[in-house]
């Protein structure tokens, strides 16, 4: 596809969204249910004990959360080295997956405090838990170290079967995932395709936060020109000409940042697509643009303060998004953090660098980033695709969750009709 193209499976004059099966006073504790329960399509959970653990759960207590996520991931890791122990090698190679999602799942909600112990406990098992399960893959998925600013991104390769060069997929994840938790996002669905796959931690990504205390920053291209040139240099059977770069969630403006400053991206996909985190930040105060951000970079503002702090009380996903993201942006205060956002933009002419192909993805139904999707592909002047995925289709959620199977199937096609012409 080179043309400038829009996918749309609905059409409707009012927002649907998909009804939450539980959790229905908490939209952020149902959507990392539906987020485990979603990785089930590429081996991270099953189904049934996601429901299991959810239901005993208290809604909006992140302690309740932890203690019950945490429980069941033990359980299967000891399910895990059970089988590994008695030859099992595929049962426990499943195992180890789902061990290594309710894993990511029990710790995700305790980033208010980064001092608990129970986070770094909880991360070193998911970690853990995947290598087991990368090593039972065949062939085995590589962990991998990739020379960065005096220390190193870590990550995955995965190879394709065959012996010929094939194009390549670099993934990473956003606000708050995990190269790891990539295998469920694309990384596994584009080994099934004959691509070879790099995921990474950056700046403000687990890894990287955990281990080397790097907060996000804005200019993703500071971080994927070193991986471009780590894959080419190291990778042989990497075709360098058909390198892709796909962001996931926060992602969707961090790729395409990064796609507009490295040009030996062959293409770019965002899922889903953000064009200005500044609007979401802004739009929480009811006055100009400009007058909104000269008070959330002042020096004090004391009623914002609290008008935010009573902001964290009501709203769940705010309460998250603030105590997570003041964690990853390395700032102290739920104002500081929403005026960390103000930089994270494509405006001022930075999609409009973008020339390789670029898929921009759009969830009907997101909870996080709504509209945005539609704003950066407005700004795009390269070939481009829109591809909108519905509630009717059970796809609407923020990044498709729930639906990958059906999410990657569109997006891998595209990729397909791109790379491999």
């Known amino acids: 596809m080179t043309g400038n193209t829009r996918?749309?499976?609905?059409?409707?004059?009012?927002?649907?969204?998909?009804?939450?099966?539980?959790?229905?006073?908490?939209?952020?504790?149902?959507?990392?249910?539906?987020?485990?329960?979603?990785?089930?399509?590429?081996?991270?959970?099953?189904?049934?004990?996601?429901?299991?653990?959810?239901?005993?759960?208290?809604?909006?207590?992140?302690?309740?959360w932890y203690e019950q996520w945490s429980a069941t991931a033990e359980r299967t890791a000891a399910q895990a080295d059970a089988a590994r122990a008695g030859g099992h090698r595929i049962s426990a190679r499943d195992a180890y997956l789902r061990a290594s999602n309710y894993f990511r799942s029990a710790e995700f909600f305790l980033h208010g405090?980064?001092?608990?112990?129970?986070i770094a406990a909880a991360y070193e098992r998911a970690v853990g838990a995947f290598r087991e399960a990368a090593r039972l893959f065949e062939p085995r998925v590589e962990p991998v170290e990739i020379p960065f600013e005096g220390t190193v991104l870590h990550g995955y390769f995965y190879r394709a079967p065959g012996d010929a060069p094939a194009?390549?997929?670099?993934?990473?994840?956003?606000?708050?995932?995990?190269?790891?938790?990539?295998?469920?996002?694309?990384?596994?669905?584009?080994?099934?395709?004959g691509y070879h796959v790099l995921t990474f931690d950056g700046p403000g990504q687990p890894a990287a936060r955990f281990r080397d205390g790097l907060p996000f920053r804005p200019n993703w291209e500071t971080v994927v020109t070193p991986v471009v040139d780590w894959l080419i240099a190291e990778r042989p059977e990497a075709d360098p000409e058909r390198i892709a770069l796909f962001g996931l969630s926060m992602g969707g403006v961090l790729a395409p940042r990064a796609a507009a400053f490295e040009h030996r991206l062959a293409a770019v996909v965002a899922v889903d697509g953000v064009y200005d985190l500044g609007d979401i930040s802004t739009r929480q105060l009811r006055m100009p643009r400009a007058e909104a951000e000269a008070l959330l970079r002042a020096e004090h503002a004391p009623e914002a303060d609290a008008a935010f702090e009573?902001?964290?009380?009501?709203?769940?996903?705010m309460r998250w998004a603030i105590t997570h993201g003041s964690y990853v942006m390395d700032v102290r205060t739920p104002r500081q953090f929403l005026a960390s956002y103000l930089d994270y933009t494509l405006a001022d002419g930075v999609a409009e660098r973008i020339t390789c192909p670029t898929l921009v993805c759009d969830?009907?139904?997101?909870?996080?980033?709504?509209?945005?999707?539609?704003?950066?592909?407005?700004h795009l002047t390269?070939?481009?695709?829109l591809a909108r995925f519905t509630v009717e289709e059970g796809a609407g959620a923020h990044c498709h969750t729930g639906a990958q199977r059906l999410a990657m199937g569109r997006i891998f096609d595209w990729l397909d009709t791109t790379l491999r012409p």
């Open 167 to 193: 194009p390549t997929i670099i993934m990473h994840n956003g606000f708050d995932g995990s190269a790891e938790e990539m295998h469920f996002f694309g990384g596994a669905a584009g080994v099934e395709r």
């Open 113 to 118: 405090n980064p001092d608990d112990p129970r």
């Open 7 to 64: 996918h749309t499976q609905h059409t409707s004059h009012w927002r649907p969204t998909m009804k939450p099966l539980l959790f229905e006073d908490d939209p952020q504790f149902w959507y990392e249910t539906l987020r485990a329960i979603g990785h089930a399509a590429y081996g991270g959970s099953d189904f049934g004990e996601v429901i299991a653990t959810a239901q005993k759960i208290t809604a909006g207590d992140y302690d309740s």
């Open 382 to 385: 390269c070939p481009k695709t």
């Open 363 to 378: 969830a009907e139904d997101d909870l996080f980033f709504a509209g945005q999707a539609e704003q950066l592909y407005e």
């Open 310 to 317: 009573a902001l964290m009380k009501t709203n769940p996903t």
